[in-house]
């Protein structure tokens, strides 16, 4: 009896590259469920969501505008149970396993959702940053699927959504000022340790962390892009990846 | 000795209405710590700032760039400190009055801030439904120094802020909808109790309350714009209220 992780594979040796699907890894690898994973490729997401019952995580999808079929999701063996969407899945798991390590402490949930409902609205100016590189990372399957559909909801080819000159600059600029913000947030209990909790780990940890892989991985560790963003803030997203990096295997 | 709670007067029964001064008060009922109140007039808060060593709150305030002092402030009698801003005031009590009730309850700070952020920036279409009305609450002399410096700060007289028509209603949805993402927040740990931590008060709601009771008192508990509010979402709102009645006391 075991869980089963959806994932996305790519190419790189890590696999694991969706900010989305790093979330529930953490969560498993933090509450130390037995689990493995099961690579789904793009083309086959919405397939696999019908046959095992899984839900639309989105009533819409911006390209043919059918139901919005994402992963991650899990199967859970020991009580038969299929989950989609990664807060779902982490309440399931809370509910479940009572006995193991909270991902929402003290009922820090509303809070929890407040910081990542705001986080994710500020960061639109990232997605034309990763999203075009995303696609090279991933197998050849994938990456036209990816690449098709992105660049339908896009309205233009995907490639050509990567800002380039004078607006790559000002919209790098306003990634920054937006980690600046969520620095400052961290910074509020930063003398208590690395998380946003201080030394107690919680969702919105996983969350930032699973998007800060993401660029790291997708980017490449090398890159300009990622060694800014790790300057950024004192080092701070780089450290709160070392201080996750127990909870970062990948089976 | 006691603490001294500088706050703005109205013309209203209840005298205290800022927003801003009501989370000092909550946080001062809550912890159960002696003080009184000395009501200061607009045109003289930063001549009384000054005159003290109180801090500005803002580098530049809108109407003539000078720095922009404002209230909340208090003076701890037993410490001789002086300090403004709601948000610093409760770091020097929770760190003064460690013994007392604590506003962020198991280093929430960091999520605190990021609520509190969030809410301040998505509230911006409520400023104009209810700031020309605030004018009208306080006393002649305050009234006269807010209407002046607001009609500045927006370049155009404060009563014209006021949406009507079409641009209200659409304004006023705006409203709406933002309230029902705060609901969504809330609902995430709303069976624990009715407070963003569930049965237990913190920062937040101390926030939100403040916001609520400036609707409340400002529009008056009989209008249509209130009772509307008063019925959003499960009667959330008003719940909180009540919920918080019992730090709710103007000396």
């Known amino acids: 009896m ?3 992780l959806y994932d996305i594979p790519s190419k790189l040796p890590i696999k694991a590259w969706s900010p989305n699907t790093w979330k529930t890894r953490f969560c498993l690898n933090y509450k130390g469920l037995p689990y493995r994973t099961e690579w789904v490729e793009y083309p086959d997401i919405a397939e696999h969501a019908k046959k ?6 989105g009533e819409k999808n911006p390209w043919d505008g ?4 994402s992963l991650p999701a899990i199967h859970d063996e020991a009580t038969g149970v299929y989950i989609s969407d990664s807060w779902l899945i982490a309440e399931y798991l809370e509910k479940q396993y009572p006995d193991t390590p909270s991902v929402f402490p003290n009922n820090t949930k509303g809070l929890q959702e407040a910081l990542g409902n705001t986080y994710d609205s ?24 990816f690449i098709r559909t992105r660049s339908l909801a896009f309205g233009k080819p995907l490639a050509e959504v990567l800002p380039t000159g004078e607006q790559a600059t000002t919209d790098w600029a306003q990634i920054k000022e937006i980690m600046n913000k969520v620095d400052g947030w961290f910074a509020k ?3 208590k340790g690395p998380f946003i909790l201080g030394d107690v780990i919680s969702w919105a940890d996983f969350e930032i962390a699973g998007n800060k892989i993401w660029m790291k991985v997708i980017w490449g560790e090398d890159s300009e892009q990622w060694k800014d963003v790790a300057s950024w803030n004192g080092g701070r997203w780089e450290n709160l990846l070392k201080a ?3 909870y970062s295997s990948v089976d």
């Open 52 to 57: 095992h019952g899984l839900k639309p995580t």
């Open 189 to 191: 209990t930063d003398d």
């Open 2 to 4: 075991t869980i089963i």
């Open 66 to 69: 059918g139901p919005y079929y």
């Open 122 to 145: 500020l960061l639109d100016p990232l997605w034309n940053f990763i999203l075009p590189l995303t696609a090279g990372r991933l197998n050849p399957r994938s990456e036209e699927y």
């Open 244 to 246: 996750v990096e127990k």
